[in-house]
């Protein structure tokens, strides 16, 4: 075997690993133009930005009102929209990971998503006019000799969905600070924590706090910390100029009889204002101080 034999040999690994490394190259290069290419045509009939909407949110919407929705932006931007809810919670987060463009989800879903994705809050909900923050309550049977968080100690305590911040988030704070420990159910909704309640199957339930308000036969025994109202969000790396129409959009739909008609069904929404990541950070902080993680 001469030297040139041995060389050529020696020589294969290099070959094989600058092939690769252009390849990769390639390969970059075109999931890159790919990613330009659908930015270029997103909002366009064929590629219509994806709005989602949580399970919990849209619970009372129709299809006409999601349909509403989608021909009031596209009227308003000049862009398509497909308007849709979402079964679960983990769908909706996940499909930020290339599908989804636009949210309103619950505040806890957002910051997940958030810390996966790094989409960007632009509008925080607004209700009954002017309120942009709400709170979470401690409920049990008025009937019951439960007067405060201590008397919960190895109770059975029915939260809502472990994706909810004032039903499972804030009030295991409360317990938490208490040193309180309960015999958790999570019944998945506001709604069935309450009626767990009510048929006598748990001891205490955590829900929001208008959810219980009038309510003669339960006890308010705790209120949460002031939580802030959910914000619409979009993927961060979304082109300026869409983003603004889209917030533009959505304000203006909040400005309209019918607009408003649609929002009162998403959770009573009455309006929408500017607002940013920043403005959820000290949730997150509760998050942590609750002993979770996002």
């Not at 294969?12 to 330009?36: D, T």
């Not at 930015?39 to 619970?59: D, T, V």
């Not at 019951?144 to 939260?159: H, T, V, W």
């Not at 959910?230 to 304000?251: H, N, T």
Request: hydrophobic fraction near 40%; glycine fraction near 6%; charged fraction near 25%.
């Amino acid at each position: 075997m001469n030297g040139d034999t041995v060389n050529r040999k020696n020589n294969w690994p290099i070959i094989i690993l600058s092939l690769l490394a252009v390849i990769c190259l390639l390969f970059a290069g075109y999931i890159a133009w790919n990613k330009e290419q659908r930015e270029n045509r997103l909002g366009e009939e064929g590629s219509p930005l994806i709005f989602l909407i949580s399970r919990e949110h849209g619970k009372n919407l129709s299809d006409k009102d999601l349909r509403f929705i989608s021909d009031f932006l596209k009227n308003e931007t000049g862009m398509y929209f497909t308007v849709h809810t979402t079964p679960s919670s983990l769908q909706a987060i996940e499909s930020f990971s290339s599908e989804a463009d636009i949210g309103l989800l619950n505040l806890f879903e957002y910051l997940l998503t958030r810390h996966a994705y790094g989409v960007e809050a632009v509008l925080q909900v607004i209700r009954r006019g002017t309120e942009s923050e709400y709170s979470g309550v401690i409920v049990t049977k008025a009937d019951q000799k439960i007067n405060s968080i201590k008397d919960l100690e190895g109770k059975r305590f029915a939260f809502g969905d472990p994706f909810s911040t004032s039903g499972f988030v804030y009030p295991a704070k409360l317990l938490k600070d208490k040193g309180v420990s309960v015999s958790k159910v999570f019944s998945g909704s506001h709604t069935e924590a309450l009626s767990l309640l009510k048929e006598g199957k748990v001891d205490a339930a955590a829900v929001f706090a208008d959810a219980v308000k009038n309510d003669s036969s339960l006890r308010v025994i705790a209120f949460t910390d002031s939580i802030p109202n959910e914000p619409i969000f979009l993927r961060a790396d979304m082109r300026a100029e869409k983003r603004d129409k889209i917030i533009s959009g959505l304000r203006r739909l909040a400005s309209t009889p019918e607009g408003i008609s649609v929002l009162s069904r998403i959770a009573d929404i009455s309006g929408f204002k500017i607002i940013e990541n920043k403005n959820y950070d000290d949730v997150i902080e509760v998050i942590h101080d609750a002993g979770m993680t996002i």
